[in-house]
């Protein structure tokens, strides 16, 4: 079965830094996209950042370009550095992958379970 499983989560102070992982098995995403979602309370899901097989080509959100750096290993995982973090940050953050060629704005079908993240001002 296909399998994504993030980690890296945490509480950390505005202007702090954490990275996310996520790791993928049961299929070889290599030539698809990864992804990361966030949604925090009472507000609609939205697409973080997106990364391309290879990592030629990623995209961010406005609200985090800058900040946000979205990278990708050869071993099915993807990963997010956040930096400069600030309390509109916190929400669950998801890693998500999908078979196509078109990252950015797509759907995405094969969903980890999530991991909080936090940050205080």
């Known amino acids: 079965q296909v399998q994504l499983v993030e980690s890296g989560g945490g509480s950390v102070q505005a202007g702090g830094s954490l990275r996310l992982s996520c790791a993928a098995s049961?299929?070889?995403?290599?030539?698809?996209?990864m992804a990361w979602f966030r949604q925090a309370p009472g507000k609609e899901r939205e697409e973080v950042a997106a990364i391309s097989s290879g990592g030629g080509r990623t995209d961010y959100a406005d609200s985090v370009k800058g900040r946000f750096t979205i990278s990708r290993d050869n071993a099915n995982s993807v990963y997010l550095q956040m930096n400069s973090l600030k309390p509109e940050d916190t929400a669950m953050y998801y890693c998500?992958?999908?078979?196509?060629?078109?990252?950015?704005?797509?759907?995405?079908?094969?969903w980890g379970q999530g991991t909080q993240v936090t940050v205080s001002s």
């Open positions: 049961g299929y070889d995403f290599s030539s698809g996209c």
């Open positions: 998500a992958a999908r078979t196509g060629w078109v990252c950015w704005g797509e759907e995405y079908g094969y």
